[in-house]
């Protein structure tokens, strides 16, 4: 993916990535009637014989919330979701649980695609959210998105001559993304390495970018080492997709891909009522990027020493943009898509909203909306998923009777 030119108490770090923790999970399946919010609510999690049981962090407004619903199968359902963000997946690989079942079930992973986004210079113009540490764990969502009847993605003037991007309607990626500027022992011989990863769910991410075949929806994580000079390492795809090859032009980036879990494809029209991106950093554990869609989740897992993106993960940036090739997903006239980007940094102080003049949007693909002022704060953001914790929120809107500074 490209560079991003989109014109109280909080949990501990340490106790949000023990409770996520991937060793095993437990596999007990329990019958709809039997995941009320009541039972839930108690910490009735699953336990099987030998392993801990997962620590039940659901908020107590959460659970409140939930209660007080006068439909009890909204209820439970909104109660089996606080549950499943807080249960782990059962290893490395892909999963996937639908209500109302508690236990991850194993799934096939699709083979790494051809989705690069080279990581070239753009206009950067996105809000990131400052750590006051290191960052384990941050999730993104768009709770409160008004007046989104339709988007289309479109090729802009950075577009490579000679690629055919993702085009068409409802084609577009959220996006996780973490600082471009630690260097790891990923970068190996790799001389001025830094490394870059990204946490993405894409509508198309498997076209070859030189012709037209295109796959399906898909989860998954992307490695990027930045800035070196030589050639790619040998299992890194360099330019024209060369393993081992030169770097991209601009930025010399070299990247390769996770297994993917294929999933389908999210109506855009969906996205402020039922999406939610959840991703994770282990030192010494797993990596992992997880993706709820209302009563569905999907998780990838896999092993942190890629490019051991935990020793120097500072900054966090969300969005939805365009899907692949400084692509530009464009919404409709009267869009409201308000950003939550929460996070976990072993912190109870709020996080720095970094602006977009500060050139730290760090994606190519942008949107059409125009942003509004950034908040920062530390609370439950727009009821967020994961118990009380450090965020910001801003608006971004295409309502021309409000002009904004700033346009990406």
Known sequence: ??????????????????????????YLRLNKRTIT???????????????????????????????????PEKAARETWRAVIRNTPVPGKGCFHVKYPNVAWESVECAKPGAHPGRAT???HYDYVAGAQGLISEAAGFFEGASGVTSET????????????SILGSNEYSLQMNTNPYGRTDACGVFIGCTVWQQFIYATDYECDPYGSQCGSAGLFMQYWLLNGTGNCPSDYMGNNHKLGGPPWPDNNGCFKNSAQVTLPDIPVTELGCCVRLITVAT????????LEYGDEFWGVAATDDVLHIASVWTQAEFNVVGDNEYSQ????????????????????????CIPPQDDEGTTGETNNLYLGTCQAGVGEP???????????????????????????
């Open 1 to 26: 993916m490209q560079k991003i030119e989109v014109h109280s108490t909080a949990h501990s770090a340490e106790d949000r990535v023990r409770a996520r923790r991937f060793g095993k999970s437990q």
């Open 37 to 71: 919010a009541a039972a839930l609510a108690a910490g009735l999690l699953v336990q099987s014989q030998g392993f801990t049981q997962v620590p039940n962090t659901t908020s107590a407004s959460t659970v409140a919330n939930a209660e007080a619903k006068s439909d």
């Open 121 to 123: 210079v753009g206009n």
């Open 153 to 164: 993605n479109v090729t802009t003037s950075l577009t490579p001559p000679g690629i055919t």
């Open 283 to 290: 030192a010494g554990g797993s990596d992992m990027v997880e």
């Open 329 to 352: 997903a464009q919404f409709n006239d009267f869009s409201s898509i308000p950003v939550t980007l929460v996070l976990w940094d072993g912190s109870n102080t709020a996080p720095t």
């Open 382 to 408: 727009y009821g967020s998923p994961l118990g009380t914790t450090p965020y910001i929120s801003f608006p971004q809107t295409l309502v021309y009777y409000v002009v904004p500074p700033i346009r990406f």
